[in-house]
């Protein structure tokens, strides 16, 4: 049996947004979904505490899986469904899943989250931190579209992202439109300084079709490529109003060399109209 989907659960709308599409995308592609809710005794500043029928907190978990489990067996009553109560650091636990995942899913901001922050800690941690893809989903999502977009660029890295946007509209029957976003160097903007716009603009196909043609070959996905002078954040987002699901990599690291979450998925994450899934290798 493939790995399971594990999605995040904590009692919070956001959520059951993410149960829902992670049921969905279990469904299509035929694995089992694994609910997984944290414990996170931390942040009430209770390190030693017993886990009794009395508990507090182990009873809003207990009751958060049940609803969690109800609504994937209303929705998607084909998918097989685990669920598990886990005590530690949320962000922690769900990146340490991913070794065993599919893929995690989570909701873009669960509880005790702060009014202004459209992407919680927890999910953006996660995010930067977790190998393989990581599917963050804002409440009110619909599969309406059809499309999958995905962020590409000239790096290796991002070949996972492909991999990932391939499957995804293969097992959806949609198509995929490819974002690759260039801008201009800051001397191609002084006028004295003679600059092949035209030039620039071919070589920036070319490489966006030597990143999508061996994908081509291999898939009968229909692919429209989409080859902007634009920045990243602002080429994607754009494209995330028509699009069911957006996939981006990450390429960001920190000053010690660990592992962290770009700038532009990142901003990503943030201001997508779509579900964004962030796939690294």
Same mark, same amino acid.
Request: glycine share 4%.
């Given at each position: 049996m493939s790995d399971p989907i594990i999605v995040g659960v904590d009692g919070s709308a956001t959520g059951?947004? +993410?149960? =829902?599409?992670?049921a969905d995308d279990a469904a299509r592609r035929g694995c089992p979904l694994r609910l997984v809710c944290v414990v996170d005794r931390w942040a009430y500043g209770i390190v030693k505490f017993p886990t009794t029928a009395g508990d507090p907190l182990t009873m809003h978990a207990e009751r958060a899986l049940a609803? +969690?489990? =109800?609504v994937v067996r209303t929705r998607r009553p084909g998918v097989t469904v685990s669920a598990e109560i886990i005590e530690g650091l949320p962000a922690k636990i769900l990146r340490d899943k991913a070794k065993e995942a599919t893929e995690i899913v989570v909701g873009s901001r669960g509880l005790g989250g702060f009014t202004g922050i459209l992407v919680g800690s927890v999910s953006t941690h996660v995010a930067g931190q977790a190998h393989g893809p990581v599917v963050v989903v804002h409440p009110g999502w619909k599969d309406v579209h059809g499309e999958v977009v995905v962020g590409i660029d000239g790096s290796p890295e991002c070949e996972a992202a492909l991999a990932y946007a391939f499957e995804q509209a293969r097992t959806r029957g949609s198509s995929i439109r490819a974002v690759y976003a260039w801008q201009l160097p800051i001397h191609a903007l002084a006028p004295e300084i003679?600059?092949?716009?035209d030039g620039v603009r071919e070589?920036?196909?070319?490489?966006?079709?030597e990143k999508l043609d061996p994908w081509r070959r291999v898939s009968d996905v229909v692919v429209r490529e989409d080859v902007v002078c634009a920045h990243p954040v602002d080429a994607l987002v754009e494209a995330s109003g028509s699009a069911d699901l957006l996939v981006v990599g990450s390429h960001g690291r920190g000053a010690l060399g660990s592992v962290v979450l770009g700038s532009v998925s990142r901003a990503v994450l943030h201001h997508s109209r779509c579900p964004v899934a962030v796939v690294r290798p």
């Open positions: 059951l947004a +993410a149960v =829902e599409w992670a609803e +969690a489990e =109800e003679g600059y092949d716009l070589a920036q196909q070319r490489v966006a079709d």
